[in-house]
């Protein structure tokens, strides 16, 4: 759906696929600087405003030297986007040197001594050369499979899933806490206060409006604890979450808007079980065994599933794609939350 610009400087609406970066991307070639001399500690994800993913990248030096390869391939096949969904600006004027100059650094050794480094210090073990290049070119063919898309025949007839969501809800709210619901309706620009005492939970908006419609968490000095929980044009009708990926404690909701709206702010475990189709952004619980996760997307902007749940290695990001999207990716155990933005109808088949 073609959009025009917002009157107001707020936040730039999402950039279609063909553009190579928004005014306010990320440069390709300090994320690729950052990845490669100090992506061990997730200052690349930090640089790209995923907080919470950088957080844990950190605290695992890199995933013990696995995560820091995936970004750094990602990256360098183009495929890496900030948290927003924007393309890096500049990949395409300067893909070429880095890649020969990443290929160079591991032809002698400078990428294996830094992985050994980091499994050294965290686990007490190390690993070879050969282990590093033949993950290197693992992860080059992972990144190879997200740049070209998913096969033609990815998509599959949706089924809903099996799992009743008790096990989740009761792990999501002893995670984030409960409280009771919040209802409130209003027009124009508003600050919301969150429950006292909760990390997280779910926020179902409406905004009827013909302008910007963003909501963005707020801590207890008015700074942003890194989540945009809603940034559109017009109407609006979704379910995002809260607290997931936060860095800070969140107090309240921002809202700017021209239209009146209204907030439903429900626990975290109130989420339905996983539904095997919808429209927009919605939030679920999932109970399931590990599994496939057949998705697929009919909108123009951004298409994004993420999993949380209480594995500390989990990557969390499934599917970031912009447009159509169809793909099979794989799904962690439950318990966990499930979150989808979308713009357009989606489905999902666990298999």
């Known amino acids: 759906m073609s959009v025009s610009p917002p009157p107001a400087p707020y936040m730039a609406p999402p950039v279609p696929a063909a553009a190579d970066a928004s005014d306010d991307g990320k440069s390709f070639l300090v994320t690729w600087l950052l990845s490669l001399l100090v992506g061990i500690f997730g200052v690349d994800r930090f640089y790209l405003g995923k907080v919470g993913t950088g957080l844990l ?91 070209d898309g998913a096969p033609e025949d990815a998509a599959a007839e949706a089924t809903p899933a099996v799992e009743e969501p008790a096990e989740s809800a009761s792990w999501a709210n002893s995670t984030w806490g409960e409280f009771a619901p919040i209802q409130q309706s209003g027009a124009g620009d508003t600050i919301i206060d969150l429950p006292a005492g909760a990390t997280g939970g779910v926020v179902v908006a409406t905004h009827n409006g013909s302008s910007n419609f963003a909501v963005s968490v707020l801590d207890a000095n008015n700074g942003s604890t890194g989540e945009l929980l809603v940034n559109t044009i017009g109407a609006y009708s979704g379910t995002t979450a809260w607290g997931i990926s936060a860095l800070g404690d969140a107090v309240k909701l921002q809202v700017t808007a021209d239209g009146d709206w209204t907030f439903d702010i429900r626990p975290m475990g109130s989420a339905p079980a996983l539904a095997a189709e919808g429209v927009g952004d919605a939030v679920f619980v999932y109970d399931g065994d590990a599994a496939s996760l057949t998705a697929a997307h009919t909108g123009s902007s951004n298409f994004v599933v993420m999993q949380e749940n209480s594995d500390v290695f989990n990557l969390g990001l499934l599917v970031n794609e912009i447009g159509t999207y169809s793909g099979t990716v794989p799904l962690s155990s439950g318990p966990s939350v499930v979150t989808i933005r979308a713009d357009g109808n989606w489905s999902l088949a666990v298999g």
């Open 57 to 147: 990248k950190l605290f695992t030096f890199g995933g013990l030297g696995i995560w820091y390869l995936v970004d750094l391939i990602l990256i360098l096949a183009g495929a890496m986007r900030d948290k927003a969904g924007h393309r890096l600006d500049g990949y395409d004027k300067t893909k070429l040197i880095a890649w020969i100059v990443t290929g160079a650094l591991v032809l002698v050794g400078g990428i294996s001594g830094a992985v050994n480094g980091a499994s050294g210090e965290a686990s007490g073990g190390g690993t070879s050369r050969a282990g590093v290049v033949d993950g290197l070119e693992k992860t080059a063919d992972v990144a190879e499979e997200l740049v």
